[in-house]
């Protein structure tokens, strides 16, 4: 028998508006402010929207031009690296309270906390805790949080999307009988985590709007509809969620890579945009050294102009080394866009991941190879990213950064595709 646990889960609320407003003396709350890059055109996504905006029934994720004229707002740039900042303060709060172990960030806003074993410490309620941290992080940032706190990780999670929404405190409670009482009935079903419109036009076509539905919907039938994954739909349409905050701290992956992906700024022929393989290729190689990393196995995705209704192209290409040489990545991505890519249609996103990515002391040589020069093209790498660290990403580069259609540049003054702000 699983030893019962209590989970918050605590979300800042419009963070990055939030931190937009606060740094300019205003109420997050109150202040009509949208983060958005003005330099894009209209049809950019805002990444965020205050909650004054909100009540004015914006969205949280709209693009610029569907915002209505008659509403005015405040434009901000998005500057993530001030985000950053903000919450590795906000973590820095946390970690007054609740030990990392018990601590998993979900992303730059949101995290889950397992507080079981510091109620009787602190003599509190998991409520009065959350409420406690809540207020440190407003009294010490101005972010305005929400919880939600339930008796699993996916109760937290529900409570925290569903029902603080309409709390007056911005704290929700869910234990699994709650859960069946009050949300059982809950409509639209893509309310609850882990549904998307995908999943919930599915279900619907066999007839379940709901979690009650769809808790108690003829099980053999959902397997043929999800497989495997239909025991995790099964699971949280009770209230139920085995995984506890143990298993996610203990958890591996059994294979790793890692990938670049960018939305070019136009439309580039197949010509243009061999440069910005060969950049990003470079870039993820040194990614590779300075985690000490290798690869064998390079994926390229690449997608179209959206004018045209054209399938993207999608390739895997194996290496005969594992290594992290630039110089034999590139070559090997060039092969694979070569042999994927339509040369007579515009292109918009490229994607480039490396697969089977392991410690480097299993690199591995093939017959080609010159083991002298790979260890000098390795030491130049280092050196490279020395430079880097100390005076910024942009302080060395190679020829082709320079050449006309490069986009490293640029990308080395973002952070996740926006700009850093620094």
């Not at 029934?57 to 985000?83: D, H, K, S, T």
């Not at 900042?85 to 397992?114: N, Q, T």
């Not at 697969?355 to 030491?379: G, S």
Request: hydrophobic content about 40%; charged content about 25%.
């Amino acid at each position: 028998m699983t030893e019962n646990r209590i989970y918050v889960c605590i979300d800042l609320k419009s963070f990055y508006a939030s931190v937009e407003c606060v740094e300019r003396g205003l109420d997050p709350m109150k202040a009509q402010l949208v983060v958005a890059d003005p330099e894009r055109t209209e049809k950019t996504i805002c990444l965020a929207v205050s909650p004054a905006m909100k009540a004015l029934g914006v969205p949280g994720r709209c693009r610029v031009f569907q915002i209505p004229a008659g509403i005015e707002y405040i434009m901000a740039p998005p500057r993530m690296q001030l985000y950053i900042d903000y919450s590795a303060e906000i973590y820095g709060i946390y970690l007054k309270y609740i030990a990392k172990e018990d601590i998993h960030i979900y992303s730059i806003d949101e995290v889950f906390m397992d507080v079981t074993d510091y109620l009787s410490m602190y003599q509190m309620t998991a409520k009065e805790l959350s409420i406690k941290i809540m207020q440190d992080i407003l009294d010490t940032t101005g972010i305005t949080a929400t919880a939600g706190i339930g008796s699993n990780l996916y109760l937290a999670k529900i409570a925290l999307d569903i029902t603080a929404k309409h709390a007056e405190d911005h704290i929700g409670v869910l234990d699994e009988m709650i859960y069946r009482e009050t949300l059982w009935s809950h409509r639209p079903l893509t309310d609850f985590w882990r549904i998307g419109t995908g999943t919930a036009n599915r279900l619907e076509r066999a007839g379940i709007f709901t979690m009650e539905q769809a808790a108690k919907a003829d099980e053999v039938m959902l397997y043929k509809m999800f497989g495997v994954d239909a025991e995790l739909l099964i699971d949280h349409a009770w209230g139920r969620e085995p995984v506890t905050m143990a298993d996610i701290k203990a958890y591996r992956t059994k294979e790793n890579c890692i990938s670049s992906g960018q939305v070019l700024p136009c439309d580039y022929s197949y010509q243009d945009a061999i440069l910005v393989v060969k950049e990003m290729a470079d870039m993820l190689s040194l990614e590779l050294v300075d985690k000490g990393l290798v690869t064998d196995s390079i994926t390229l995705h690449v997608g179209y102009s959206s004018r045209l209704q054209k399938k993207s192209a999608h390739g895997t290409a194996s290496m005969t080394v594992t290594t992290s040489s630039a110089k034999q990545i590139i070559a090997s991505a060039m092969k694979l866009y070569e042999r994927i890519v339509d040369q007579s249609v515009p292109i918009h996103r490229i994607n480039l991941t490396f697969n089977h990515v392991v410690d480097e002391r299993y690199q591995q040589y093939d017959l080609f190879t010159d083991p002298a020069e790979l260890e000098r093209e390795h030491k130049m790498q280092e050196a490279m990213l020395n430079i880097k660290e100390k005076y910024g990403k942009n302080a060395i580069l190679k020829g082709m950064n320079l050449q006309e259609g490069a986009t490293a540049m640029e990308r080395n003054r973002q952070i996740g595709g926006h700009k850093s702000g620094i």
